[in-house]
């Protein structure tokens, strides 16, 4: 493999303009898809497999014309203090808002409180419920206008009028902190680098990939119904690893430079090296998200699969357009360890009639200075046991939060204070109740029973007599009289485990209904939908951790050749993983630092968060043992001791490794300031992963379990060595080059 991308990075450095054309044309092309693509309408939300999904089908079925999936809005009202809603005033302009809310060419139904009896018992808070024809993103701009003015009329009255549901649902903002974290990251590039010019080539390389990704899922988002976050999870991810696979290509491309190899030399070596374990590390991450297809939710193997592809689409630049880029930026990219200009390098007086080259300078200094690299590693070896305990013990104690983690998914209870949604769930939760603001949808499928009528007041006086049960509505038939809906109004929230065990209590119930009168019950609704769904997400964690970390553990054997190597790696991450989270349950749980985050409202963790902690952390944490272990590797390789090869590896790789971590928590961190609860838990559990997995485990605990291990790190039988494809990671085949080439002292400096 090495001599084949070696080959690669010649060619492309040499036909440099070929290369940069179709890369820029291939990004015009997507670019115009997108633009001329119809816009995405709103991301179809289905478990297949679960009882609320089921049921949600079958109201589909049963009650054509409903518009299930339609969007809904709840225009909630509070009289002023000491006033009821049924005073004359408050009831005319009531009255008038709901003739309002009727008008609208989207509305389909809008209840009167007055007729509906949805009005407290205290007499302080009525609501008036609004159906839409189309989901909450597919809305005209003039339907959620008519809203909000219709709501604004009231409260010009002198009524409290709030708003809930899911037809003022916004797109999501990310704020300035995205642009932030590429500003540091600019700034770690250019310290890193050296120069501008090196510190561009990453970025500039990132940004096309994610253009060509992103605009790819804009194109085909109408036609794969594809969401927002699906863009957003792939924009993150592709400018993470974009940058990061982009700067050790140029960061070993220098080094090589400092070994005195001509420029397109130094190009294919790079690409040689590097674009191997650049390769490999992509493919643990495209391993990882692709895997999400696993748990088998349509939402979550979407958002995988881009994903995915953005990265493979980051990895085929970084190997391409890199090595272009490197020969039109020419002399202009100095070896490692020259001190750049602004740093007063290149001030030297020469003497008449010599020259002086830049890799021999670099060469001499670093040969008389150990780096930071060099000298923490070598600490490290000397004290390996106390590094390793320090590390495990604290990951261990940043993990205990996880033993807490509540799972769950947002609502409107877990937005800002500040916004109409959630002031419209708390006025409904004083007037109604906490569990009115999730609602269960029992549906009774009495088509096989000889009595519906009956198999349904069976069902309604089951549910009444629940513990945790409020209140049950009449049952309400289709036109075929052969399914009913039924409402159930629990006394708890939505998210609470006490909803939990009543959804859990109603469909144990139904079995002996089914038993007794043939009549199928199952439960559906919103707050069933996330019971399922958070229960389908655990059971198939298990099963996607074996499946991702086994691929990458089979995939690591082969790059590594070591048995080992590839479990310390596993481990590693497992600790790093859950030290994540208890770090996510600190924060969006328990409150800590709630306010620097920008944390409004604390509640259950996300159910998607661990199997997404899981696979793209899993993804990530590779990266970095990848590009730093064949470091080691091919020092061990060329001959040097297990503790020696540990120091080259950190001599060569670990101020690359430490800036691509910063890099890749600087571009997670600025998703933070995203108004989606969902982006910006991500965003934060990404970032605080990188930073354990890449400080921690990567630098601490792994160079000292490789120095307690010695040569045993390495071991791996001889007939699965045999058995094993050798794709020399290590660049051994380029050593024949060595051969033909002139020694330093024998060769001029070529200038490109």
């Not at 001030?347 to 890799?359: C, F, H, I, N, S």
């Amino acid at each position: 493999m090495a001599t084949f991308l070696y080959k690669l990075g010649r060619l492309a450095f040499r036909r440099r303009h070929f290369v940069a054309l179709f890369w820029v044309a291939l990004l015009t092309l997507v670019g115009v898809g997108a633009a001329n693509a119809p816009a995405a309408g709103s991301t179809s939300f289905s478990i297949p497999g679960t009882e609320a999904q089921k049921a949600f089908d079958l109201l589909e079925q049963r009650f054509p014309g409903s518009s299930a999936d339609g969007a809904t809005a709840r225009v909630v009202f509070k009289a002023p203090d000491g006033q009821k809603m049924t005073d004359a005033g408050n009831k005319a302009a009531v009255e008038q808002t709901v003739k309002e809310l009727g008008t609208g060419s989207e509305v389909t139904s809008v209840t009167d409180p007055y007729l509906a009896h949805s009005i407290s018992k205290d007499g302080t808070i009525a609501y008036a419920q609004v159906a839409y024809k189309v989901p909450g993103m597919e809305l005209e701009d003039s339907s959620r206008d008519a809203l909000e003015e219709a709501a604004q009329g009231a409260r010009d009255t002198g009524l409290t009028v709030e708003v809930g549901g899911d037809a003022l649902q916004a797109p999501a903002e990310t704020g300035t902190t995205e642009i932030i974290g590429i500003a540091v990251a600019a700034v770690v590039l250019v310290i890193t680098l050296g120069s501008l010019v090196a510190a561009g080539l990453p970025l500039l390389t990132a940004v096309i990939g994610v253009g060509i990704g992103v605009a790819s899922i804009t194109a085909l988002a109408s036609t794969l119904d594809l969401g927002t976050t699906t863009s957003t999870l792939a924009a993150m991810l592709g400018l993470a690893v974009g940058i990061d696979y982009a700067l050790f290509i140029v960061s070993r491309y220098r080094g090589e430079l400092a070994e005195g190899r001509e420029r397109e030399d130094a190009a294919g070596r790079a690409v040689g090296t590097a674009g191997s374990a650049v390769i490999f590390a992509g493919l643990t991450v495209v391993i990882a998200l692709a895997g999400l297809s696993v748990v088998n939710v349509p939402m979550l193997t979407k958002m995988g699969l881009a994903a995915a592809g953005t990265v493979a689409v980051a990895v085929l630049i970084a190997l391409t357009m890199i090595p272009a880029l490197l020969g039109y930026a020419g002399r202009k990219i100095q070896p490692a360890g020259t001190k750049p200009r602004w740093l007063g390098g290149g001030r030297t007086k020469k003497k008449a009639g010599t020259q002086e080259d830049g890799p021999k300078q670099a060469k001499q200094a670093q040969q008389a200075k150990p780096n930071m690299g060099t000298r923490w590693a070598s600490f490290v070896v000397r004290r390996p046991v106390a590094v390793l305990l320090l590390g495990v013990v604290g990951l261990g104690a940043a993990a205990i939060p996880a033993t807490d983690l509540q799972l769950g998914l947002p609502d409107d209870g877990s937005q800002p204070t500040s916004t109409t949604q959630r002031r419209a769930y708390d006025l409904l939760s004083e007037g109604f109740g906490p569990g009115f603001n999730g609602p269960l949808m029992v549906v009774v499928d009495a088509k096989s029973s000889d009595a519906p009528k009956a198999a349904a007041t069976e069902v309604s006086d089951t549910v009444k007599d629940i513990k945790g049960v409020v209140s049950v509505s009449p049952a309400v038939f289709n036109k075929a009289g052969d399914t009913a809906m039924i409402t159930v109004i629990p006394d708890s929230k939505p998210s609470s485990a006490k909803t939990e065990d009543v959804v859990h209590k109603i469909r144990d119930a139904g079995a002996d209904i089914r038993t007794d009168t043939k009549a199928n019950v199952v439960v559906t609704g919103s707050t069933a939908m996330n019971i399922d769904f958070s229960q389908k997400l655990n059971d198939a964690l298990i099963p996607y951790l074996a499946l991702v970390v086994g691929l990458a553990f089979l995939l690591l054997i082969v790059v590594f050749r070591s048995i080992l190597v590839p479990l310390k790696a596993a481990l590693g991450f497992l600790l790093s993983v859950l030290a994540a989270l208890g770090a996510v349950v600190a924060v969006f749980q328990w409150g800590w630092l709630a306010g620097a985050m920008g944390v409004e409202e604390t509640g259950p963790i996300m159910s998607m968060m661990p199997i997404f902690m899981v696979g793209i952390v899993f993804g990530l944490a590779m990266d970095y043992e990848v590009f730093l272990v064949t470091r080691m590797r091919e020092a061990y390789v060329h001959g040097e001791k297990p503790t020696e090869a540990v120091v080259t590896g950190f001599r060569h790789g670990a101020r690359v490794v430490t800036a691509a971590a910063v890099i890749m928590m600087a571009v997670f961190a600025g998703f933070i300031g995203s108004s989606e609860s969902m982006v910006k838990m991500i965003g934060f559990g990404l970032a605080i992963a990188v930073f354990f997995d890449a400080v921690i485990v990567r630098m601490a605990i792994v160079p000292a379990v490789l120095a307690l291990l010695g040569k045993k790190a390495w071991w791996l039988p001889k007939w699965l060595d045999r058995a094993l494809p050798n794709v020399d990671i290590e660049g051994e085949g380029l050593r024949d080059l060595d051969d033909d080439r002139p020694k330093d002292e024998d060769r001029e400096l070529v200038r490109v």
